[in-house]
């Protein structure tokens, strides 16, 4: 090629054939696939070319037939579902849901088929011009042509509803064809189940279920209505599982729970006979439990049991502590009060699944009346002197502890603890000194019971109780090694030196010793005082224990276990045959009241008898005479006599025990102002009442009247002193 030749450029030109589609070709293409879809619905899919119904419909789309192909679709599927709804319509009785259940398994096959055809349709051109897609547009004719056919809807419905009668009534029905049809108008959408079957068979349910309730009510007891109830719940909670929605459980649930137990929840817990107090009476845990878990169901529902059962256990321990019978026995008294306070643990325990609010209940209720006797701290003290003395003989430690948990139950309700502090200081002196605990393991387990939930000052003074009696062993083997030489022919002396503050305060009565003990004593003395300097020592004769060897007219030889008191009044028959009351009194000087209980145990109780008493009677005369029983015999060689004694303390006592209470609270009262007053500096009178009285709540309930008091008595000593500004306020002075 020449250089001179002129340079060519190339180009691509457009294609300049026209393509000419035939004008006929859309309704052609058309034809084939309206015939498609009408071999489809008469079941005569099978000698359809699948690929090629498909390549047609997506040309139709391609060309730009979108529209024609989904109005044909359209109009060809109504076509074939109004053809089904006549048939349908056609169909008599039972048949009725059968044949509507097959032609929806037949319109869902067609469906499925129609769909893979359009398949491109349903891609492209559908969301490009916001139609609805293939399926959900079959749905929705079937609905709009079928299921909203004015003579099959209200034909439905009641087909369903009357179903539903009959299986509640016993009947069985087809639940396979049930679930089919339901699961049809779920598929439909939410509102066509809502609208056209779950509200109507709401409403039926709970007409059903209140006249039902209504009828059971009027001829069951409670136990049997709420085993119907429970039943009828089951049934129900089991029928949606079975061909309901899930979503309709709590809804059906909530209509059974609302006919047949919250309106009725007043009536059957109050039922006469048979109501919640009864079954609580008879300890009917499976009733129990049954209402417990119905009535949880229900707004109010467990309020409701927990007021009722408040109330009956409130009444019923009041008049439980109220009871003068129950009164006379305090032990009686205290089985009684853990006998219904186990009851009730085991009630919430098993049947209502160990609620604390009931626990809460139970407490407080028991708090509320276990108050209401004075005498319950006394009495809880007693009952554990009779446990720990006698009552648990034999009983495993583990057993021991679970009694003595309980007996901490009821100990805690107590709201005046530094009075059973008192009581059982006094108690647990006699076990100790007369050697009558069984257990000091158990006597110590209770007592670190104590301390944890009061702290160590509620303990400090019991548990130098148990120092004072370890003290008193080794000072005896000192004593005796010091001054056994000169003791070879005297009696056999035990003391127990008790420290006057850890002890319960005893009045020093007077007592003439034998003058053989009387010398042994004196020396004691000496050789106690002479080992401890600054120290005092005052006998407490009633509070001691000795053991006497008698012979009897008859020859007999018996050893006698008895009080330092009963010692004396007996030491006084080795030089005389017979004394009158007043002898005995001025030779021994033992208190009048104490006298009378000594000689009642030693002339009056049979089998003990050692005295004989004229005349005989249970009382003790100013001029009975006495003299020794030659005609006493006993079964055992060592005969142990007991002093009658009063279990519980007389009135004066009473009356004198509750003083010493009084005035053991004012220090701890006024402590706890100035605790409080140093803390806050300044503070209102209201305000230090409520502080002290929670503070004190521990010990005891403080009476407004004596804080007030206090305060005074403190503004006297120069602690506190009034506001000048405002009289209502106190200021602490430093």
Excluded at 199 to 222: H, M
Excluded at 465 to 474: E, L, N, V
Excluded at 598 to 614: D, I, M, P, T
Excluded at 653 to 659: H, I
Aim: glycine fraction near 4%; aromatic fraction near 8%.
């Amino acid at each position: 090629m020449s250089g001179g030749q002129k340079k060519r450029n190339f180009q691509i030109e457009a294609f300049k054939h026209k393509v000419v589609v035939d004008p006929k070709y859309a309704d052609k293409t058309w034809k084939i696939l309206e015939h498609a879809i009408h071999e489809i619905y008469n079941h005569n899919a099978s000698g359809l070319s699948f690929e090629e119904l498909y390549r047609n419909a997506y040309n139709m789309v391609l060309h730009k037939f979108g529209e024609k192909l989904y109005s044909g679709l359209v109009s060809t599927m109504t076509f074939h579902l109004q053809a089904m709804s006549k048939s349908i319509e056609a169909a008599q009785g039972a048949s009725f849901l059968d044949e509507l259940n097959m032609k929806w398994s037949d319109h869902n096959k067609a469906l499925q088929m129609i769909r893979d055809i359009l398949m491109y349709m349903d891609r492209t051109f559908i969301p490009s011009t916001h139609k609805t897609p293939v399926h959900e547009l079959g749905l929705n004719l079937w609905r709009d042509n079928v299921i909203h056919s004015s003579k099959i809807q209200p034909r439905l419905l009641n087909t369903l509803l009357d179903l539903i009668h009959r299986e509640r009534t016993g009947e069985v029905i087809n639940r396979g064809l049930m679930r089919n049809i339901i699961k049809m108008l779920m598929d439909l959408g939410s509102s066509v189940y809502q609208e056209d079957f779950e509200k109507p068979f709401l409403e039926v349910s709970a007409n059903f279920y209140r006249a039902e309730s209504q009828e059971f009510i009027e001829c069951s007891d409670c136990g049997t209505y709420l085993n119907k109830a429970e039943r009828r719940l089951n049934e129900e909670i089991e029928r949606v599982s079975h061909y309901l929605d899930p979503m309709s459980e709590p809804k059906i649930t909530s209509v059974v729970e609302k006919e047949m137990i919250a309106n009725h929840m007043l009536r059957l817990v109050h039922m006469e006979n048979s109501g919640l107090v009864n079954m609580l009476l008879d300890d009917k845990f499976e009733d129990l439990g049954r209402m417990y878990s119905l009535f949880r169901r229900v707004p109010n529902g467990l309020s409701t049991i927990r007021d009722e059962m408040t109330s009956h256990i409130r009444d019923s321990g009041k008049e439980l502590v109220t009871d003068p019978e129950k009164s006379k026995n305090p032990v009686e008294f205290v089985d009684a009060l853990l006998e219904k306070r186990d009851k009730y643990d085991k009630i919430i325990c098993f049947a209502f699944n160990n609620d604390k609010a009931f626990q809460n209940a139970l407490s407080s209720s028991f708090e509320y009346f276990i108050n209401l006797n004075p005498r319950s701290p006394e009495y809880i003290s007693l009952f554990v002197d009779d446990k720990l003395r006698q009552g648990l003989k034999g009983v495993k430690e583990e057993e021991i502890e679970v009694i003595l948990d309980k007996v901490m139950i009821l100990f805690r309700y107590l709201q005046e603890k530094d009075v059973f502090e008192k009581y059982y200081k006094q108690h647990l002196a006699k076990r100790l000194l007369s050697g009558k605990t069984i257990s000091d393991d158990a006597e110590r387990s209770l007592i670190v019971k104590l301390k944890t939930e009061c702290g160590y000052q509620f303990t400090s003074k019991l548990e130098g109780m148990f120092t004072d009696m370890k003290t008193s062993q080794d000072t005896m083997q000192g004593f005796y090694a010091a001054c056994g030489a000169e003791l070879v022919n005297c009696p056999t002396l035990v003391v127990q030196v008790l420290t006057t503050g850890s002890w319960p305060t005893q009045s020093s009565n007077t007592c003439n010793l034998p003058a053989e003990l009387s010398a042994l004593c004196e020396k004691f003395r000496s050789y106690y005082l002479g080992t401890h300097t600054g120290r005092k020592l005052s006998w407490q004769t009633n509070m001691g224990t000795a053991d006497l060897r008698a012979t009897f007219g008859n020859g007999q030889k018996y050893e006698l276990n008895v009080s330092t008191h009963q010692m004396c009044v007996l030491m006084l028959f080795n030089n005389t045959d017979s004394l009158t009351y007043r002898d005995i009194e001025q030779a021994t000087e033992i208190p009048s009241s104490d006298l009378k209980r000594c000689l009642q145990s030693l002339a009056c109780v049979k089998g003990k008898n050692v005295l004989r008493k004229e005349p005989m009677s249970k009382d003790i005369g100013e001029d009975d005479v006495f003299s020794v029983n030659d005609k006493f015999t006993s079964k055992l060689r060592k005969v142990k006599i007991g002093t009658v004694v009063a279990q519980k303390e007389s009135e004066p006592e009473k009356l004198e025990t509750r003083q010493r209470v009084e005035e053991d609270r004012k220090p701890q009262i006024e402590a706890a102002i100035v605790r409080i007053m140093k803390a806050r500096r300044r503070l209102e009178h209201n305000n230090i009442i409520a502080e002290v009285t929670k503070q004190l709540q521990p010990r005891f309930l403080a009476n407004p009247g004596e804080i007030k008091k206090r305060i005074e008595s403190l503004i006297e000593r120069d602690f506190l002193e009034r506001d000048n500004t405002d009289r209502r306020f106190y200021r602490y002075l430093a």
